[in-house]
């Protein structure tokens, strides 16, 4: 397994200042040395993310373990269409304003740079994806990227019959 690279491009603004890239398994800095507490990224990071990714050498990302990381998870909403005890509680929860959503085109462009980085498998979940306007098209895109090998969806199957 190859060494991850001693310096990090991925979780430094051009000034050198860190970034909120998380310790996430699907984005992660290749040392893993410096990562700060935010665990989801809001449309606001996207931009600074992808410009810090592109021109990179094609490269491979690491987890904060040494291990490559090939997976990635896209929430592409908060809503769902049932109220199950373990993930909604009996006061609910606050959603995200709409404009703190990934539009379809950061989607694809993040997962485009990531792809390039050795992303292979991705996993589109929510809440309840299939609440998400447009979502074939957003999958038909997806898989058209190249690099992306396996494309997964993660749904409570009620609202899938209409697309099977």
Avoid: W
Avoid at 9 to 19: A, F, M, S, T, Y
Avoid at 44 to 59: A, L, V
Avoid at 82 to 106: A, H, Q
């Amino acid at each position: 397994m190859p060494k991850p690279p001693q310096k990090d491009p991925l979780n430094k603004d051009k000034v050198g200042r860190p970034i909120n890239v998380g310790p996430t398994p699907e984005i992660d800095s290749p040392s893993g040395k410096e990562l700060v507490d935010k665990k989801v990224l809001y449309a606001d990071d996207i931009e600074q993310i992808i410009s810090n990714f592109e021109g990179m050498e094609r490269t491979v990302l690491y987890d904060n373990h040494n291990r490559p990381i090939s997976y990635l998870r896209i929430a592409v909403t908060d809503r769902c269409n049932l109220r199950c005890f373990y993930c909604m509680p009996e006061e609910g929860i606050r959603y995200l304003p709409k404009r703190e959503l990934l539009t379809f085109e950061e989607i694809i462009r993040l997962t485009q740079v990531l792809a390039s980085l050795g992303i292979s498998k991705v996993r589109i979940t929510g809440g309840e994806p299939f609440l998400r306007k447009d979502l074939i098209k957003l999958l038909e895109q997806i898989r058209a990227i190249e690099g992306v090998d396996e494309l997964h969806i993660t749904t409570n199957g009620l609202l899938a019959g209409d697309y099977i």
